[in-house]
């Protein structure tokens, strides 16, 4: 939270007759904020990141103290509140292993089955208290589907809604509104009023007309922003392995990887916009989220291209085609309202299989 006290604290500076503004110092800022006084050698590395990305001003250095003399301001406007409850700017200067971290346990893996009895594995992500996001092809035209919790539990799906658009690969995942709080997971809900995207400088995207528990903020890519993906596409010989694909370290696991958006495109004869990411994704990523430097997330894996002369193998590149979020919140909002162009198969169970 340090990044989000640093930044209501310097709002607009102390404001001066007529029309001038005096920044706070980093001593003022100590002296509000007594928990951080353990945590002095984080401050300029805090601000100095903050001021980078535009969201800090530095006015040089007030007194006789090298250190604690910088003095900042910031403007109202400049960042955004939804953004600093979501503790966005800690993610921007705590890097991808922070937002790694904080969502690991809100990605879960898709088990499913085939008509012939061979198991493939997807990805999905938690977006809300009651819903789960995944690609479409991950629980249709399969024998049966599951979903595995971080507690090892398979999850009790209430229902399942798709798009009439067949272009649109998403799947709306209904579950019980107290299973994760019921289970003791603790995934990091934040209550917005009505909205559940960023509505900072980027466009609203879409609205939810029920406040909601948010848990991953849907947000709005560009193209080379950097991004971070989190999914689990199959590793031979190894269990279900959450993949946060960083090429430096990577835990048993979870690995992480991390790429740039690089272009916005759509395919031949198709209108829905997609994203070409170069992060490293396989098979299993499909159905999991893409996330930028302030833990949004602005897209979902949908699929890997194949190779231009052979379309039974995967392009060599290794670059991950995703729908953006904006597909995901237009079809969150109409599934809320019974929409007629939703399609809401029937669900049958089988043990801790699912079937539609």
Known sequence: ???????????????????SIVPYSLKDFITKHKEYQTALYK?????????????????????????????????????????NAYNSYDYLVEGFLSVRNKFQDMVL????????????????FV?????????????????????????????????????????????????DKNYF??????????????????????R?????????????LLGEGNILDEVLTLGYPPISGFETTLIANKAEINS??????????????????????????????????????????????IGMIVEMPTDIKNHQMLDSLGYGIAIPSKNIAHLVKEVQNNFANVVSPKLSKNGDWYSI
Request: proline share 4%; net charge neutral.
């Open 127 to 175: 977006l809300t208290s009651d819903i789960i996001i995944t690609a479409k092809h991950c629980v249709s035209g399969v024998n049966s589907f599951r979903i595995l919790d971080v507690g090892g539990n398979y999850v009790p799906v209430l229902s399942v809604h798709f798009s009439q658009d067949e272009a649109l690969d998403i799947a709306i995942i209904k579950v």
């Open 43 to 83: 401050l300029p590395h805090y601000c100095k990141k903050l001021e980078n990305d535009g969201l800090l001003l530095h006015e040089g250095i007030v007194g006789n103290n090298p250190y604690l003399g910088h003095t900042y301001y910031t403007i109202n406007g400049i960042f955004n509140r939804y953004l």
């Open 1 to 19: 939270m340090l990044a989000y006290h640093l930044l209501d604290f310097f709002m607009d500076g102390r404001k001066v007759p007529p029309h």
């Open 181 to 202: 709080r019921d289970k003791s997971i603790e995934i990091p809900m934040i209550r917005y009023e009505g909205i559940a995207v960023d509505p900072g400088k980027h």
């Open 204 to 216: 609203v995207v879409s609205d939810l007309n029920n406040t909601e528990d948010i848990v991953m």
């Open 109 to 124: 893996p898709v088990e499913a089955r085939t008509d012939l009895g061979d198991f493939t594995l997807g990805s999905s």
């Open 252 to 297: 048993s696991f979870l690995r992480v990887s991390s790429g740039s958006v690089l272009a916005k495109t759509v395919k031949y004869r198709h209108e829905v916009e997609y994203y070409i990411i170069n992060a490293k994704v396989k098979g299993g990523n499909s159905g999991g989220p893409i996330l930028d430097k302030l833990g949004r997330v």
